[in-house]
């Protein structure tokens, strides 16, 4: 895991210093090593955190034998070893034993269509010095980042925005629209946007080349498309379980490749017990695992995950603390996103993550489990709701009529939901944390931009057409929270502390094989992640995992209540923070009271707010928030 930095100047020569004081703002990415490589108008910049070959073999920017290709590679391919004997033609002379020199030979070899064979985390740039070409890819899940920005001057990346600031004196931090918009529905920043106008992200499974001063974006994988296989509804459920173990099993043991010490984040439930103990198969000596627990028992996962250790036989570590000690990251939390971040579970995230680097380098997670097997309640939901939607939209307007007669906010959402035209209007609404809150925006933002909605209905027009609600579901939280929203989370989390995270529950051989997976093996009446449920049974005993879904939650409704309410209260009305963000103070602030009442839950709103205030406070900080920028954002 790294960070990574670079730019083509298409009027002038590039500076080795600005790159290197560029590489140096990702300092966390990569404490162990800092490389540059300039030639004219090109640069790029790399901060190292040495997980394989920490030999100096291994220093980027890495320059290929014959000096025409030059890289800067943040992530991990997992399949190296496989592609190195591939490559091997027996007169080829490898400087080391590093992913990074793979990745290298493979597009020499290969071209573009090297990326189809990458199995990993990744995201790189390969500068060609011969052809003066750019060509960058992001990994198909979208488990690491990619920011750049392109202007008639030319093109510049890196792994964080504040990394671009750096590089860019001039380049402007006003805020996109649409990228607003969409923070405010979502809590998140979607790509393509990010929420700075002159900056954009390269989506998850694409790849983009850069050559004199045109830019060229393509995906080159899509999960989207697959369609479920109708006969694997009556397949035998133990070959089903065989073929999943055996993928998965594979996914962990390739991820369990690292020159440094390594473990696993063990929360006691379904997807991280079954990643541990899969982790345990494969290894010959006790596997660590980390978790950190809670004084409060509502909020203490940690007894389910040391019994879960126990029965691994694994070396476990747990951190106790209370919950109100979260409230210390803070500071942390708001200064380590550079874009706002609405998602309070990053709290326990920074957490786990600095408990966990005192003894590791890498840690393996179990991200992914629910959206690609049907963990989430609502998955169930929506599985409700696709009966209602087959009656008539006549039939759907009264039974909204009634639901309004019942004075009870849910009562009101359900009446709201369904008056929606599809369930997937219906899903995208209850998604939303306006809802009928939306009164707090400006008319600027209501008229002037595009919904989150439609936003999420467009990539819903690439699933297959015969798929269920919940299939959908599942595939827009895997196409857009998931690398928006928990895999932002957990890199940067974990950046913080310079650990890196890998999920094998990502790796595209068992995404492809769980699209295929017909809804009867994920949702089976009350029971969510059937299959998979089952396969973490054959390692751990049944009644460990049979418990309700606690979730990586803190207690944000009550915080805003209680000892968060005071600040929340300064910062709301602060009339300063409201001139550059296209909200109404004074029905944000009775939001507040309102939410204070108890009268309604209204926190993931609240926070949103609040974090955008905070980071739109700290972008005075970035480089040019006044100045003119680089002409031109594709």
């Given at each position: 895991m790294c960070g990574i930095v670079g730019i083509i100047d298409s009027h002038f020569a590039v500076e080795a210093e600005s790159v290197r004081l560029a590489a140096d703002a990702l300092l966390n990415r990569g404490p162990d090593d800092c490389g540059v490589w300039t030639s004219e108008n090109a640069g790029l910049g790399h901060r190292r955190l040495s997980v394989i070959d920490l030999s100096p073999s291994g220093r980027q920017p890495m320059v290929s034998q014959n000096g025409r290709f030059v890289i800067v590679f943040n992530g991990e391919i997992y399949n190296f070893r496989d592609l190195r004997t591939q490559l091997d033609e027996g007169n080829r002379q490898w400087q080391g034993q590093s992913d990074t020199e793979v990745i290298l030979a493979a597009y020499a070899k290969w071209g573009i269509g090297c990326i189809e064979r990458f199995h990993g985390m990744f995201s790189f740039a390969i500068w060609d010095r011969w052809e003066k070409r750019l060509f960058a890819a992001r990994d198909r899940m979208g488990e690491k980042p990619f920011f750049y920005h392109f202007s008639e001057r030319g093109f510049a990346f890196?792994?964080?925005p504040r990394a671009l600031f750096s590089l860019l004196p001039d380049l402007s931090s006003e805020f996109d629209s649409q990228a607003l918009r969409n923070y405010i529905e979502s809590g998140n920043v979607p790509a393509p946007y990010s929420i700075f106008r002159m900056i954009r992200k390269l989506p998850p499974a694409h790849w983009l080349c850069f050559q004199n001063g045109v830019l060229h974006i393509e995906r080159y994988w899509d999960f989207r498309q697959i369609a479920t296989e109708s006969a694997w509804e009556n397949r035998k459920e133990n070959d089903l379980l065989d073929e999943l173990d055996e993928i998965a099993g594979r996914c962990v043991r390739q991820r369990m490749i690292s020159d440094v010490p390594l473990g696993a984040f063990l929360s006691g439930g379904v997807d991280s017990s079954l990643v541990a103990a899969l982790m345990a198969k494969a290894s010959t000596q006790p596997i660590k695992t980390f978790t950190i627990g809670f004084e409060e028992s509502r909020f203490d996962e940690s007894p389910h995950a040391a019994t879960v250790a126990r029965s691994l036989g694994a070396d476990h570590y747990c951190e106790r603390m209370r919950v109100k000690d979260l409230l210390d990251l803070l500071p942390l939390y708001f200064r380590e996103y550079d874009e706002p971040?609405?998602?309070?579970?990053?709290?326990?995230?920074?957490?786990?993550?600095?408990?966990?680097?005192?003894?590791?380098?890498?840690s393996l997670s179990g991200d992914g489990g629910d959206e690609l097997f049907g963990g989430y309640h609502y998955y169930q939901i929506v599985n409700r709701l696709e009966i209602l939607f087959r009656f008539p939209a006549k039939i759907r307007q009264n039974l909204a009529s009634l639901a309004r007669t019942v004075p009870r906010h849910n009562f009101q959402l359900l009446a709201a939901v369904l008056e929606k035209k599809t369930l997937s209007e219906a899903f995208c609404f209850a998604r939303s944390f306006t809802k009928d809150f939306d009164d707090v925006l400006r008319p600027e933002l209501l008229c002037e931009t595009a919904p989150f909605n439609e936003f999420l209905l467009q990539g819903m027009t690439e699933f297959p057409s015969n798929l269920a609600?919940?299939?959908?579901?599942?595939?827009?939280?895997?196409?857009?929270?998931?690398?928006?929203?928990?895999l932002q989370k957990v890199d940067v989390a974990t950046m913080a502390f310079s650990l890196e995270s890998r999920q094998p529950l990502l790796d595209q051989d068992l995404v492809e094989w769980a699209m295929r997976l017909p809804l009867k093996w994920k949702i089976r009446g009350k029971e969510n992640k059937y299959l998979l449920r089952r396969l973490a049974y054959r390692y751990v005993p049944?009644?460990?995992?049979?418990?309700?879904?606690?979730?990586?939650?803190?207690?944000l409704a009550e915080w805003l209540r209680g000892p968060l309410y005071e600040w929340a209260a300064e910062q709301l009305a602060d009339a300063s923070a409201y001139r550059a963000l296209p909200l109404d103070r004074v029905k944000v602030l009775k939001l507040l009271e309102i939410h204070r009442s108890s009268a309604r839950n209204a926190h993931p709103l609240l926070w949103a707010i609040l974090a955008l205030c905070q980071f739109s406070a700290r972008c005075s900080t970035f480089a040019g928030s006044s100045r003119a920028s680089l002409v031109g954002v594709q």
């Open positions: 890196a792994s964080r971040f609405a998602d309070s579970s990053a709290l326990p995230t920074l957490a786990v993550s600095r408990a966990t680097r005192r003894h590791v380098t890498v609600a919940a299939e959908q579901a599942m595939r827009l939280d895997a196409s857009c929270t998931l690398p928006d929203d928990y049944r009644h460990i995992l049979n418990r309700p879904k606690q979730g990586f939650e803190v207690p």
